[in-house]
């Protein structure tokens, strides 16, 4: 049974709640973020934004559902890239009721399976902060191999901060 499936703009309601409920969770682990991005408004502009670059082919934005069908978070792969790249960047969050379950584990080895086998994809790059422990695991379950260290990589929680990167190449 599939876990992620293609956001819509009829998620946003459920989104934004929780965003709303786990914001203090999620914030060490996300960009400092407006007020309004927690809102039903916010998260519809973000998913319209999402979807539009992925009718250009240059994102797969999915939901992260749980046993019943409930909204428990996002996956996505973003800056695809064709040509002789055949690459793109994974990122994903699960909520804090459901983190630690597997779910994040299962997302990403389906998003992994669809890049490579629908998209034709070559590579999955993925960038996690160093103090991530859980989300090292996740990569490491679906065979990502860390590959260096990229100092001040992305500006997270308010500050540029190091990730390590990770990827997983399509078998040949």
Not at 50 to 65: C, F, R, T
Not at 101 to 106: D, L, N, Q
Not at 126 to 147: E, I, K, P, T
Request: with cysteine; aromatic share 8%.
């Amino acid at each position: 049974m599939s876990i992620t499936r293609l956001v819509t703009v009829a998620d946003a309601p459920a989104l934004a709640e929780v965003l709303r409920v786990d914001r203090e969770f999620l914030a060490p682990w996300e960009p400092v973020r407006d007020d309004d991005y927690f809102t039903t408004a916010g998260q519809r502009a973000v998913i319209r934004a999402d979807l539009q670059q992925h009718v250009l082919g240059s994102k797969l934005p999915h939901a992260i559902l749980d046993e019943s069908g409930g909204l428990i978070g996002r996956i996505t792969l973003s800056d695809i890239v064709r040509g002789p790249f055949q690459s793109c960047s994974l990122g994903y969050w699960v909520r804090a009721s459901h983190n630690g379950r597997g779910f994040a584990t299962k997302a990403v080895r389906e998003i992994v399976r669809v890049a490579f086998e629908e998209l034709g994809l070559h590579r999955v790059q993925a960038a996690v902060l160093l103090h991530n422990v859980g989300s090292h695991r996740v990569l490491d379950r679906n065979g990502f191999v860390r590959f260096g260290i990229a100092p001040e990589y992305l500006h997270i929680a308010g500050r540029w901060q190091d990730h390590a990167m990770y990827q997983v190449v399509r078998a040949s």
